[in-house]
């Protein structure tokens, strides 16, 4: 009876590592990848909280780049 509080974690651990296993990797359309050819439109954002190493508190951004190659 012991032993069965380690059931539980395992079987997520293993059902995890299942599916991230099933998951395909990405693999690029060229053999070689640069800012060369890097072209297109392209956004990030980004919501959080810094909870340490600075000012603490919530943090939020948005960037915008255009790349011709």
Do not use: H, Y
């Not at 693999?27 to 800012?35: N, P, R, T, W």
């Amino acid at each position: 009876m012991e032993q069965m509080w380690m059931c539980k974690p395992l079987s997520m651990v293993f059902t995890l590592a299942m599916a991230l296993s099933l998951v395909p990797s990405a693999k690029a359309d060229v053999d070689e990848c640069s800012v060369i050819t890097l072209k297109g439109s392209f956004g990030i954002a980004t919501n959080g909280s810094i909870v340490a190493f600075g000012p603490v508190g919530p943090v939020r951004g948005r960037g915008f780049a255009d790349d011709n190659g």
